[in-house]
């Protein structure tokens, strides 16, 4: 079956822009967590979504921000980009929120000049 | 979350069992031992979890000391593919943690022909 989709792979924008990032989850998993690495903080969780709703959250600002739609496919959102903004956003999918395999995307990197 | 220390780097001959350890003296009764791994421009992938006993899946091993201080991920046949950096995390399953995968800075594994 098709693995986790995540779009746009790549993209740059400029500071002060908004991005919006897509991620469709395998089939069947209800459970989508998005993180940011960066390779000076390595992987950073962001939030996870489950049935719609967010379950947990990671430590970023407001800026950051997510939604889960009623087929599983999940949407992050960054606003007002800051140049450290900059990093690979990766979405992970999952059965459940308690399971324990992630399945992860390739990413998006967002580069912002 | 339990700490986890790996070692940054390790290099291992192609055909030859990769031993990979790793380090998690505080990790508490009802946490997990998981590896992952990212090959260069990926998402991270699932290797291998446990709790307390060895186990074995078609990509590897994991050895859990019976203190649960450390373990060690053992690839059988290192193949060039096989190139990547591994992290180890330990991490409660289920409940409101799960989800807040953060990874440490792992060992880059190269494997040499």
């Known amino acids: 079956k098709a693995g986790v989709t995540q779009t746009p792979r790549y993209l740059i924008k400029t500071r002060g822009q908004q991005v919006t990032l897509s991620c469709s989850p395998i089939?069947?998993?209800?459970?989508v967590s998005w993180y940011q690495q960066t390779p000076g903080q390595g992987l950073q969780f962001l939030f996870e979504?489950?049935?719609?709703?967010?379950?947990n959250k990671g430590n970023f600002p407001g800026r950051f921000s997510g939604r889960q739609f009623s087929n599983s496919r999940s949407e992050m959102n960054v606003s007002t980009l800051e140049l450290g903004d900059s990093a690979l956003y990766l979405c992970?999918?999952?059965?459940?929120?308690?399971?324990?395999?992630?399945?992860f995307g390739e990413g998006s990197r967002l580069t912002v000049l | 979350d339990a700490k986890t220390t790996q070692p940054t780097s390790m290099d291992c001959a192609e055909g030859r069992a990769a031993n990979l350890p790793c380090n998690h003296s505080?990790?508490?009764?009802?946490?997990?031992v998981y590896w992952y791994r990212q090959i260069h421009s990926q998402g991270p992938q699932y290797i291998i979890h446990?709790?307390?006993n060895n186990e074995t899946n078609e990509m590897a091993s994991l050895i859990i000391t019976e203190d649960r201080k450390s373990s060690t991920l053992i690839l059988p046949h290192a193949t060039l593919r096989d190139t990547a950096v591994y992290y180890c995390?330990?991490?409660?399953?289920?409940?409101?943690?799960?989800?807040?995968?953060?990874f440490g800075q792992g060992t880059i594994l190269t494997v040499h022909p």
């Open positions: 992970a999918s999952s059965l459940e929120p308690s399971k324990e395999e992630l399945f």
């Open positions: 089939s069947g998993h209800r459970s």
């Open positions: 979504y489950f049935s719609e709703t967010q379950r």
């Open positions: 505080t990790i508490s009764g009802n946490e997990y």
């Open positions: 446990g709790l307390k």
């Open positions: 995390i330990s991490l409660r399953a289920g409940g409101t943690s799960y989800g807040k995968l953060t």
